[in-house]
């Protein structure tokens, strides 16, 4: 798909995800590491307070920009996950925004993140501006 999607579709498909039972918070971050849209489920109590999420954020879309320094050779990343003791969080670039998925530490990570780039859209990957 050619284009961008607009702040609200993308605010529906964070809604969509965050349906999900096992996900405890889904948003997009922008390239400061600031929170655009989305946020937890409304039955979640965040494990991290505000500045530590803020330094998350902020360590994330630092991470995200290095890694586009392989894309010439390696390709573009699909997602990033990383499994912890408490929690599972995916990374899916768009552009150079993040969706930003943290979810129970139980999930099979390959199939939930399958899932969820469909929630995104098929193309979601394919976008490089927002």
């Known amino acids: 798909m050619a284009g961008e999607f607009s702040l ?9 995800i965050l349906l999900e039972p096992e996900i405890r918070f889904c948003g997009l971050i922008d390239p400061k590491g600031e929170l655009v849209a989305g946020g937890f489920d409304s039955s979640i ?42 929690a599972v969080m995916l990374s899916f670039p768009f552009g150079k925004h993040i969706v930003l998925v943290m979810a129970n530490p139980g999930i099979n990570i390959d199939r939930f993140a399958w899932d969820v780039l469909n929630k995104l859209g098929r193309s979601w990957s394919d976008f490089d501006s927002l």
């Open 8 to 16: 609200d579709d993308i605010k529906k498909r964070i809604g969509d």
């Open 45 to 86: 109590v965040p494990m991290l307070n505000d500045k530590q999420r803020r330094q998350l954020y902020q360590e994330l879309a630092h991470r995200v920009a290095n890694r586009q320094g392989f894309d010439a050779d390696l390709g573009r990343v699909k997602y990033s996950a990383s499994r912890r003791e408490n």
